[in-house]
């Protein structure tokens, strides 16, 4: 499976940016997917994940009722939508296909990464 993620870039606070994580090769469909990132400075934590064909989703408190994350299976391709963003969402945010099905939160539950997009938001 291989993952490319796109659509990072410079924001201003408030702002929004919208990352697309394409998945090809041998595809994981029955698989959860999820969103991670790293701040500088900080270990990678967990942002979003959902079950890939049940659509259920869950969020960091972090990043609740601003982000939403979802999916077009018939793209194969996992969305994060960001939306009144601050300085403090600056990080690499990274897509990963999960071990199974259910929708985890810990990084180890993941099989697969992708490169990382870069999100910057000035203040």
């Known amino acids: 499976v291989q993952l490319q993620a796109s659509g990072g870039g410079l924001v201003q606070a408030g702002g929004s940016l919208r990352l697309s994580c394409a998945a090809s090769?041998?595809?994981?469909?029955?698989?959860?997917m999820g969103w991670f990132r790293r701040a500088p400075g900080k270990e990678r934590e967990f942002v979003a994940s959902?079950?890939?064909?049940?659509?259920?989703?869950y969020y960091s408190d972090s990043v609740k009722g601003r982000f939403v994350i979802s999916k077009d299976n018939a793209k194969n391709t996992l969305y994060l939508q960001m939306n009144s963003m601050t300085p403090e969402d600056t990080a690499v945010y990274y897509c990963?296909?999960?071990?199974?099905?259910?929708?985890?939160?810990?990084?180890?539950?993941?099989?697969?990464w992708g490169q990382g997009a870069q999100v910057t938001v000035s203040s």
């Open positions: 990963a296909v999960a071990l199974g099905s259910v929708a985890r939160s810990t990084s180890e539950s993941y099989r697969y």
């Open positions: 090769g041998r595809t994981a469909s029955n698989n959860a």
């Open positions: 959902i079950n890939w064909r049940a659509g259920n989703a």
